[in-house]
Every structure is written in structure tokens, then in C-alpha cells.
């Protein structure tokens, strides 16, 4: 069979689900490519679409059979809350779910990296989050290093909660064991530290690890856990080079922000802001997130006060 492929999102990550897709059907003898309009019809094209607010791909296309899949094709945005739709989550086939990945489609991205998730699912269930919804309220292990991983010298996991898997300790020793450098590209449930994770955790070699503090009500669950995390990974300095992922214009004030960013700073972390609903967020917001997303502006300008200010006509300046 002739198997077109469609990275609705582009081509500025790599595309699992496509990867797992190609192999699959290569594996079967087929002929996989990327669509194009001018290489006749194809037996079946792949759309795949991670993120709701990408465009998707309208042009006409010449296939036989268009499958359609992804968490973008599943979410809609309604009065500025994002409803999931179950009955448009299209599961990959079994044997594609657990096959080796074509890392061949993106050789710029996947250059001596692997990308893949070891766990799925998650038991918070957050409301500005889907996966609760699509993957389910427990963390699970879904797959071993070696799925997905053969001597890379690094690796991206984009696990929605590992330290809340029953699993944890195995799957942090085969990255401990795996020597490559790791990018765990969603934030830790640090709500979830204990000093044997924070331990394992600093002979992982993560160049940059990443937490969450997203609920300004979990404040006193989440700075003794970051204190503990602190305590133990600085037995390695450059552990402590830790990013806190800080959701705002969702459920909390921007006294309430600041408060989360200077709590962070203070602590040694840097928080990095995530807009919720960014498109409609007030202006505020992206000058919040450009402050400190900057980190060397966030560096320089220690208060949002004075790196906000907008000049009135008669001299005197206003925050917000």
C-alpha cells in the first residue's frame, strides 16, 4: 500500500504517533511518505494534530481512506474552557503502539535522540488539563527505555506524571542506567517528592529539570517538597538548575502569580509562566510571561511592578 503522512502541527517536534505510524506499515512492505498532492492517490493518509489551537490541514486530499487522530482533533475551546471529545480519539493499532519508532522522518530533530513515554495517564485531573480525560486517572506504565530507546546519547519523555506510577523507582533506574541525558519535557509532580525519588532523581542526568506548581491552593504541599527536592539535589549543583512551570489566567489572581514567581525565585527555582486560553488572556499576561521567560531580564528587573509600568500624560505611572 501507498501510506501518506500529515504533521498537521509542523515539523518543529517530532511527531510520535506519525513515527510509530511509518514504522508500522514500513514493517508490512508498504511504501511510506510524506503526503504530496502531486504523487497521485494514496491508499491511506495519516493526519495527525497535537495541539487544538494548530489550523488543520484543509486542502483537498487524494486518498482512498483519511485517518484522523491526535489530541488536537479531540479538544474544542467553549467560553474559554477546553471540553474533550472521547468519541474522536483514534488509538493507534496495537502493533503500532509498541513498535520501534521511524526516527527517519525528522533526522535534524531525532539526531542521536530518542522521544517516547514510559507512562500514561494521570490522577490529578486537573480542568485545564486533558489528560485525565484521553489517557485516564492513573498513571501507568506503558512501555520499557528499550521501546523506544536504542543508545541514543539522549532522550525526551513527555510522561504526564511518572513519580505518580507504581512503577517510578524501575523506570527511573533505566534512565539512571541508560547514561544518556534525559529531558523530561512535562512538569514533575513534585507534590509526589520523597527523598529516595529526589535521590534517584539527581543521578539521573537531567540537565534541566521541570516542575509544576499550577494550583495556588497546593502552596503548602508544594514548597516542602520543593525544599526536600533542593535539600538532596544539590549534592550535584547543576540539579538544582530547576524550572517550575507556573499556569496563569486560569483560577488564580495576578497577586496570586506573583506571589507563586517570587515564592519560586526566592526559593531558587525559576519559575517559567504557561498562559492559559493565551489567545484571549488580557495583555497583562503576556507581559507576566515575557518577564519571566526572560530570564535575563527576570535576572536584571527583580518586581513586575517595575518592569509594568505604563506612562500617563501627566507624568505619573500605573501598574496594570
Known amino acids: 500500500m501507498k501510506i501518506g503522512l500529515i504533521d498537521v502541527d509542523g515539523h518543529n517536534f517530532p511527531n510520535i504517533a506519525l513515527m510509530k505510524l511509518s514504522a508500522y506499515h514500513k514493517a508490512k512492505g508498504d511504501s511510506v511518505e510524506w503526503y504530496s498532492p502531486f504523487e497521485g492517490e494514496y491508499d491511506i493518509v495519516y493526519k495527525s494534530k497535537v495541539f487544538s489551537f494548530t489550523p488543520d490541514f484543509t486542502d483537498a486530499i487524494n486518498a482512498k481512506e483519511i485517518v484522523q487522530g491526535g489530541t488536537g482533533y479531540c479538544i474544542d475551546l467553549v467560553n474559554g474552557k477546553e471540553v474533550f471529545h472521547p468519541e474522536r480519539d483514534v488509538p493507534l493499532p496495537e502493533d503500532a503502539e509498541h513498535i520501534y519508532p521511524d526516527y527517519s522522518l525528522y533526522p535534524k530533530l531525532t539526531k542521536d535522540t530518542a522521544y517516547g513515554f514510559l507512562t500514561r495517564g494521570c490522577p490529578r485531573g486537573c480542568k485545564f488539563c486533558v489528560v485525565g480525560k484521553k489517557e485516564g486517572l492513573k498513571s501507568v506504565k506503558v512501555a520499557d527505555l528499550k521501546e523506544f530507546w536504542r543508545g541514543q546519547k539522549n532522550i ?154 505604563i506612562p500617563k500624560k501627566d507624568n505619573q505611572l500605573t501598574l496594570f
Open 156 to 309: 525526551v519523555l513527555c510522561d504526564p506524571n511518572l513519580l505518580a506510577c507504581k512503577d517510578w523507582k524501575e523506570l527511573l533506574q533505566q534512565l539512571i542506567d541508560s547514561k544518556a541525558n534525559i529531558d523530561i519535557n512535562q512538569g514533575l509532580d513534585i507534590r509526589l517528592m520523597t527523598k529516595e525519588k529526589a535521590e534517584m532523581l539527581s543521578q539521573v542526568k537531567i540537565k534541566e529539570i521541570h516542575f509544576a506548581w499550577d494550583r495556588y491552593e497546593d502552596k503548602d504541599k508544594v514548597l516542602p517538597k520543593l525544599k526536600l527536592y533542593a535539600d538532596y539535589a544539590t549534592k550535584k549543583p547543576h540539579q538544582h538548575n530547576a524550572i517550575v512551570f507556573t499556569i496563569v489566567n486560569f483560577d488564580t489572581t495576578i497577586e496570586q502569580d506573583l506571589d507563586r514567581i517570587y515564592t519560586l525565585r526566592d526559593m531558587g527555582y525559576w519559575p517559567y509562566v504557561m498562559v492559559y486560553d493565551k489567545v484571549h488572556a488580557k495583555p497583562i499576561y503576556t507581559k507576566l510571561q515575557r518577564w519571566v521567560n526572560n530570564r535575563f531580564i527576570f535576572a536584571s528587573c527583580k518586581r513586575f511592578e517595575d518592569y509594568n509600568i
